[in-house]
């Protein structure tokens, strides 16, 4: 059982360059989320998507883009990365309303690099 | 905004013993859920514990239990008998009734000693 699948695991870039982080769930979860981790921080969230057709910003969405390209896929895009970005990139996703949508599943995260 | 709390970076505890992990939230939401989640590290992220805010009673799931105060917007995690398979990081998280957002502490790292 995949659950939630994140791709790449690992990526160094250099400042302006961009990148892609895919996620998918295979769970048939509504909505999906992209945080951020960093040290002391905790998890912050960049986007999230309610439901497939939905996308909204977090906490910290600038110098991202979302697209929740179906029920399953939901990707990150960095248009000019910035040393500011290396992080840690957690895609997440629940499943319903209520108490139980609090219960996020996530997957291993991606570890960026920006030089 | 809601912001959650944890003010303590790093604890240990010898195998076997109970070790408390602090929350603080702040909201003006009346109803709400609270969560504990937990990174070990190999970093994937299991919720622990969820705390619905009308309930008065504390949950409980095996060797973790929580001291929900909701006036002192209070919401720390017990953890018995402490397993090596315990260390990891904890983070708090706090959710509005009716949304869909979680917001995060910054994580206490609890370190189980042999």
């Known amino acids: 059982n995949a659950g939630v699948t994140q791709t790449p695991k690992f990526q160094v870039l250099k400042t302006g360059q961009s990148m892609t982080l895919q996620c998918a769930q295979d769970?048939?979860?509504?909505?999906m989320y992209w945080y951020r981790q960093d040290p002391g921080m905790g998890l912050r969230l960049i986007y999230y998507?309610?439901?497939?057709?939905?996308?909204d910003k977090g906490e910290v969405p600038n110098g991202y883009n979302v697209s929740r390209l179906n029920k399953r896929e939901f990707s990150l895009r960095l248009e000019s990365a910035a040393p500011s970005q290396t992080s840690v990139y957690f895609c997440?996703?629940?499943?319903?309303?209520?108490?139980?949508?609090?219960?996020?599943?996530f997957g291993e995260g991606s570890r960026l690099t920006v030089l | 905004a809601q912001t959650v709390t944890q003010s303590q970076p790093e604890m240990s505890v010898q195998e076997a013993e109970t070790v408390t992990l602090s929350c603080t939230y702040d909201?003006?939401?009346?109803?709400?859920?609270l969560f504990w989640y937990k990174q070990p590290p190999s970093r994937q992220m299991i919720l622990v514990i969820r705390?619905?805010?009308?309930?008065?009673q504390n949950a409980t799931e095996n060797r973790f239990s929580v001291n929900f105060q909701k006036a002192a917007k209070s919401f720390s995690l017990k953890i018995s008998d402490s397993q090596l398979g315990d260390t990891a990081m904890y983070f708090c998280a706090f959710k509005k009734a009716a949304g869909n957002k979680l917001t995060f502490g910054g994580g206490t790292r609890v370190l189980v000693k042999p």
């Open positions: 769970m048939n979860h509504n909505s």
């Open positions: 909201t003006s939401e009346s109803n709400y859920y």
């Open positions: 705390q619905e805010a009308y309930k008065q």
């Open positions: 997440a996703s629940s499943p319903l309303a209520g108490v139980l949508s609090g219960e996020l599943f």
């Open positions: 998507s309610a439901s497939e057709g939905t996308t």
